[in-house]
């Protein structure tokens, strides 16, 4: 494009402005549409689309200004649109300056393997000094503070995390994997920790989960989960009659209770299945009856149990649609499943009467 300008074709050309706020549009001065058709054959990217708009003349100082920039508050979530070797990495930022735009500090990519021949992206890992003078002694200066912060082929890091100063950064929110390397750090605080994690617990929001509204005019509501949008849920108050209540999804969280039913999705503990003994806020206590075990696990981590219905004879063939038989499929049931890891108190004729136990397992036959 500057080289065309720089020509004797530039048939008329003014001016040629782009600006990084307004990715895919170029807006062109000059006298008549038919200088700009003329102007943009063969150039590269541009000469192929032929939608060429006028801009009014009340709209063309908006032209050159920019859109606002975004400026993240204090001890948030960012995505990185660049350097190239951090783009789309989640980031955290510290703070934000109009001049060097977010302070923040990202996980670091860096090959500890001082004879590594690969052009692609390392994968993301804290970066340990002791492994990195190891690897690297002469390019790495250490600096006596705390957290441990030191140099790396003049790029500055700070307990294990390299420091950026950038504009290139949108709005972001950590995956669960993302945050799993960031929740150890000292640099980031518990509130940010708990922010991303209800925003993973929302994500895994289902249809007939029971859920406390959180903000707006139904706060503190509780109900039940009956259709689920992208940005929105549809819920039933657990009041009768029930009264179904549209709310934005991020106003949700889920309304665990001592002795619900619950599947660990995430951590060590990934697929287990235990009984609410006890919680807070942030945190659940599970009991499980398989391993006769309790841990914790973060609220984020779990979700209401459903148990799979499964057909007492999966050999049978399946019913055909319009007979009696595809109304009565035969399903296993448990009528003291509810009672599993709860706390009981023995009652009746019975030799342990009077004793305070946990209930284990339960049978089909009502023992």
């Not at 508050?73 to 980031?91: C, E, F, H, Q």
């Not at 249809?207 to 929105?232: C, E, F, N, W, Y």
Request: aromatic share 8%; with cysteine; charged share 20%.
């Amino acid at each position: 494009m500057n080289k065309c300008l720089a020509t004797e074709s530039s048939h008329g050309i003014h001016s040629v402005i782009g600006h990084r706020s307004r990715p895919g549009w170029v807006y062109i001065e000059a006298p008549v549409q038919a200088d700009v058709r003329r102007f943009i054959q063969g150039v590269s990217n541009i000469g192929q689309y032929q939608q060429i708009l006028a801009v009014p003349p009340a709209e063309t100082l908006s032209c050159l200004q920019g859109a606002p920039p975004f400026i993240p508050p204090s001890n948030s979530w960012v995505r990185l649109t660049g350097p190239p070797l951090y783009k789309n990495d989640i980031a955290y930022v510290l703070k934000y300056d109009r001049r060097d735009g977010a302070k923040a500090f990202v996980v670091p990519r860096v090959s500890l393997n001082p004879t590594s021949t690969s052009k692609g992206r390392p994968a993301q890992s804290i970066l340990h000094l002791d492994a990195l003078v190891k690897s690297f002694p002469a390019k790495t200066q250490v600096f006596r503070e705390s957290p441990p912060k030191f140099t790396f082929k003049t790029h500055l890091y700070r307990d294990g995390y390299r420091c950026l100063k950038t504009f290139d950064i949108v709005p972001g929110m950590p995956t669960e994997t993302e945050l799993n390397m960031f929740i150890d750090s000292s640099l980031v605080t518990p509130e940010s920790v708990a922010f991303a994690q209800r925003h993973i617990a929302n994500s895994r929001l289902q249809i007939k989960d029971r859920v406390l509204v959180t903000h707006g005019a139904p706060k503190g509501l509780v109900g039940v989960i009956s259709d689920l949008r992208d940005d929105s849920a549809t819920i039933l108050t657990t009041n009768y009659p029930p009264k179904p209540i549209d709310v934005p999804r991020a106003d949700l969280r889920k309304a665990f209770r001592v002795g619900d039913e619950v599947t660990v999705v995430s951590g060590p503990k990934k697929g287990t299945v235990g009984w609410i003994v006890s919680l807070t806020p942030m945190d659940l206590t599970i009991y499980t009856n398989k391993s006769d075990d309790q841990f914790e696990i973060a609220v984020s981590n779990a979700n209401f149990y459903t148990a799979p219905q499964v057909l007492l004879n999966p050999t049978s063939q399946p019913p055909v649609a319009g007979t009696s038989s595809a109304f009565r499929l035969p399903f296993s049931h448990d009528p003291l499943h509810h009672l599993k890891g709860k706390e009981v108190t023995v009652t009746g004729a019975n030799p342990f009467k009077g004793l305070e136990a946990r209930v284990k397992e339960t049978r089909n036959d009502g023992q």
